[in-house]
């Protein structure tokens, strides 16, 4: 009776939040911009300049996006590596035009002077700042550089410089054969995701046990609630088609650590061309976990957005022009 009675009270608690999320559930994800973030700063000559929008058409091959919150003494490094490789690429081939673009999500060291500094070394037209008037998490930065990037082809690094920059030619090259034979590049659907799997049994071996716990753990929800196409969805390294990130980015619901899992969600239910390429990788120091984080970002936002989406998920209607259209997706 007991276990009965137990089992009844979990049951009611189940439909009770299912019946809040449902309610409080919201069709269209909402994107906040602030007006003064809608320009980037030209230290040159002090004049604010507004940023362009990704519903334009492409200007430059590359767009490098670099979330960052305090980051002014590993940002550096992460600038010097991507931006040597970057102007290498430039000078022996004019057409690889780029952009960086770092996004200072609302940090309270010296982070957007940091990004300036580069911004007058190299000219606004290679290197931007845009600063968050406030903190909005690691997928809300990235969403807004996203949505204010020229390239052809956009792709999100961390900025602890975790993964070696040059890598991005693998990406690139399985990007060309992901949409081949379907549309020019900047017309076609692709996704790209950076892989640390085949580092699994190497991180096991050098992780404490409380991170190897979440690591399993997390993968695990990951699969049973999002996403199965991707091993490894948290590597801070994804190139994307320009037509992708339209359709993507203004869809998401989650602003934190478990963004990417939304995004291959969506890539997935959409059936846009995923694909996944082993690049080096190694640990950098600064990064801190706790339980009750880990726990929130780890635990529940995966079984949360598995909640949200199939609540409301046949709202949407696959007939429609993906390039065209919002998804009706519920906000988490």
Request: glycine content about 6%; overall charge neutral; proline content about 4%.
């Given at each position: 009776?007991?276990?009965?009675?137990?089992?009844?009270v979990?049951?009611c608690?189940?439909?009770?939040?299912?019946?809040?999320?449902?309610?409080?559930?919201?069709t269209?994800?909402?994107?906040?911009?602030?007006?003064?973030?809608?320009?980037?700063?030209?230290?040159?000559?002090?004049?604010?300049?507004?940023?362009p929008?990704?519903e334009?058409?492409?200007?430059?091959?590359?767009?490098?996006?670099?979330?960052?919150?305090?980051?002014?003494k590993?940002?550096?490094?992460?600038?010097?590596?991507?931006?040597?490789?970057?102007?290498?690429?430039?000078?022996?081939?004019?057409?690889?035009?780029?952009?960086?673009?770092?996004?200072?999500?609302g940090?309270?060291?010296?982070?957007?002077?940091?990004?300036?500094s580069?911004?007058k070394?190299?000219?606004c037209?290679?290197?931007?700042?845009?600063?968050l008037?406030?903190?909005?998490?690691?997928?809300?930065?990235?969403?807004?550089?996203?949505?204010?990037?020229?390239?052809?082809?956009?792709?999100?690094?961390?900025?602890d410089?975790?993964?070696?920059?040059?890598d991005?030619?693998?990406?690139?090259?399985n990007?060309?054969?992901?949409?081949?034979?379907?549309?020019?590049m900047?017309?076609a659907?692709?996704?790209?995701?950076g892989?640390?799997?085949?580092?699994?049994?190497?991180?096991i071996?050098?992780?404490?046990?409380?991170?190897?716990?979440?690591?399993?753990?997390?993968?695990?929800?990951?699969?049973?609630?999002?996403?199965?196409?991707v091993r490894?969805?948290?590597?801070?390294?994804k190139?994307?088609?320009?037509?992708?990130?339209?359709?993507c980015?203004?869809?998401?619901?989650?602003?934190?650590?478990?963004?990417?899992v939304?995004?291959?969600?969506?890539?997935?239910?959409?059936?846009?061309?995923?694909?996944?390429?082993?690049?080096?990788w190694?640990?950098?120091?600064?990064?801190?976990?706790?339980?009750?984080?880990?726990?929130n970002?780890?635990?529940l936002?995966?079984?949360?957005l598995?909640?949200?989406?199939?609540?409301?998920?046949?709202r949407?209607?696959?007939?429609?022009?993906?390039q065209?259209?919002?998804?009706?997706?519920?906000?988490?």
């Amino acid at each position: 009776m007991l276990l009965l009675g137990l089992l009844l009270v979990l049951g009611c608690a189940t439909l009770v939040m299912l019946l809040f999320i449902y309610l409080t559930s919201e069709t269209y994800a909402k994107v906040i911009r602030f007006k003064e973030e809608q320009f980037y700063l030209d230290p040159k000559t002090a004049e604010k300049l507004r940023f362009p929008s990704i519903e334009d058409e492409s200007t430059i091959l590359l767009s490098v996006i670099v979330p960052a919150y305090n980051e002014e003494k590993r940002l550096p490094v992460m600038l010097e590596e991507c931006l040597d490789y970057l102007e290498k690429k430039l000078n022996s081939d004019p057409s690889c035009t780029f952009e960086v673009l770092i996004v200072d999500d609302g940090s309270n060291d010296k982070t957007t002077e940091v990004g300036l500094s580069y911004s007058k070394k190299y000219g606004c037209d290679k290197v931007r700042v845009l600063t968050l008037s406030t903190n909005r998490g690691k997928g809300g930065a990235v969403r807004l550089g996203m949505l204010s990037a020229r390239g052809k082809q956009l792709l999100f690094a961390d900025a602890d410089g975790a993964t070696t920059f040059e890598d991005i030619s693998k990406l690139q090259n399985n990007l060309k054969e992901l949409v081949k034979g379907y549309q020019p590049m900047d017309k076609a659907l692709g996704l790209v995701c950076g892989s640390r799997a085949h580092l699994e049994k190497e991180a096991i071996a050098s992780r404490s046990f409380f991170r190897t716990v979440l690591m399993k753990g997390f993968h695990l929800l990951v699969w049973l609630f999002a996403a199965r196409s991707v091993r490894d969805t948290q590597c801070g390294f994804k190139l994307l088609t320009r037509p992708t990130a339209r359709l993507c980015f203004p869809n998401l619901h989650i602003e934190r650590w478990a963004f990417d899992v939304e995004l291959i969600y969506i890539a997935e239910y959409m059936n846009i061309p995923t694909g996944e390429v082993s690049v080096r990788w190694m640990e950098i120091e600064g990064k801190k976990y706790t339980l009750e984080i880990s726990f929130n970002q780890m635990g529940l936002q995966p079984y949360l957005l598995f909640l949200h989406y199939r609540l409301k998920i046949d709202r949407w209607d696959r007939s429609m022009n993906p390039q065209w259209t919002h998804v009706f997706f519920p906000s988490l």
